[in-house]
Antibody, heavy 125, light 109 residues
Framework: QITLKESGLTLVKPTQTLTLTCTFSGFALSWSGEGVGWVRQPPGKALEWLALHYWNDDKYYSPSLESRLTITKGTSKTQVVLTMTNMDPVDTGTYYC??????????????????WGQGTTVTVS | SHELTQPPSVSVSPGQTATITCSGDSLAKQYGYWYQQKPGQAPVMVTYKDTERPSGVPERFSGSRSGTTVTLTISGVQAEDEAAYYCQSGDTRGTYTVMFGGGTKLTVL
C-alpha cells in the first residue's frame, strides 16, 4: 500500500524559503516511469502542479515557477524535499505530494498522480 | 488561466447522469485524467488514460474522449458524489509538465 505524508513549517514570512518534506512508503522510487510530485492549491482555487522527482533522478518543474523551485531526494531514501524561495502571500495554500506515474501515447508521455498525501497547509504572512 | 477548460459548475438530481467536459489542445496528443476532491480532502483519481478506472472507484464513474475533449460521466449520481472534479493532462510543447483544468463543482440537488 502506497502512502505519502507532507511535513514542514506551516507558517513562513514573505521573502523566506519554504521547505517541505514528503515521506513515502510502499514504493522505492526506482521503477521506470514513477516519481514523487508536488501540487498546491490556494484556498478556494484550482490545483496547480509544481514539480516532479523522477525515478531516474531527472527533475521536472512548472515553467512558471521553475526559477523558485528545487526538488531533491531527502536524507532518507523514502523522502523527497521541495524548496520554494522568495515566498509571497499568494503562495498560501495546501501543498500535496503524490506518487506519480507515466503514460505514453506513442512518443507523447504524460504524468499523473495516482496516490496523494493528505496535504499540508502553508500560510505566508 | 488554464489551458484545459471545464465548466465551473454542473448540477444534477440523484439518480441522474452527470457529464463534465474538459477541452484543450494538449488532449489531441495526451491522455486525460480525472480527479475527485471533496471539501477538506486530498484529490482522488477516478479515471486515467482517458477511459480506465482505478481499482476501488465505483463503476458509475467512466471516462471518454472525442478529439480534444475528454468527458467524465457519472451514471446514477449519488449524494456522496458531490465534489469538485479536475481534469489533467500533459503538455505537448516538448516539456514534461502537468496541466490541470479549472475544476467543476458538481452539485447533487
Amino acid at each position: 500500500q502506497i502512502t505519502l505524508k507532507e511535513s514542514g513549517l506551516t507558517l513562513v514570512k514573505p521573502t523566506q524559503t519554504l521547505t517541505l518534506t514528503c515521506t513515502f512508503s510502499g514504493f522505492a522510487l526506482s521503477w521506470s516511469g514513477e516519481g514523487v510530485g508536488w501540487v498546491r492549491q490556494p484556498p478556494g482555487k484550482a490545483l496547480e502542479w509544481l514539480a516532479l522527482h523522477y525515478w531516474n533522478d531527472d527533475k521536472y518543474y512548472s515553467p512558471s515557477l521553475e526559477s523558485r523551485l528545487t526538488i531533491t531526494k531527502g536524507t532518507s531514501k523514502t523522502q523527497v524535499v521541495l524548496t520554494m524561495t522568495n515566498m509571497d502571500p499568494v503562495d498560501t495554500g495546501t501543498y500535496y505530494c503524490a506518487h506519480t506515474l507515466t503514460f505514453c501515447i506513442e512518443d507523447a508521455c504524460s504524468f499523473t498522480m495516482d496516490v496523494w498525501g493528505q496535504g499540508t497547509t502553508v500560510t505566508v504572512s | 488561466s488554464h489551458e484545459l477548460t471545464q465548466p465551473p459548475s454542473v448540477s444534477v438530481s440523484p439518480g441522474q447522469t452527470a457529464t463534465i467536459t474538459c477541452s484543450g489542445d494538449s488532449l489531441a496528443k495526451q491522455y486525460g485524467y480525472w480527479y475527485q476532491q471533496k471539501p477538506g480532502q486530498a484529490p482522488v483519481m477516478v479515471t486515467y488514460k482517458d477511459t480506465e478506472r482505478p481499482s476501488g472507484v465505483p463503476e458509475r464513474f467512466s471516462g471518454s474522449r472525442s478529439g480534444t475533449t475528454v468527458t467524465l460521466t457519472i451514471s446514477g449520481v449519488q449524494a456522496e458524489d458531490e465534489a469538485a472534479y479536475y481534469c489533467q493532462s500533459g503538455d505537448t510543447r516538448g516539456t514534461y509538465t502537468v496541466m490541470f483544468g479549472g475544476g467543476t463543482k458538481l452539485t447533487v440537488l
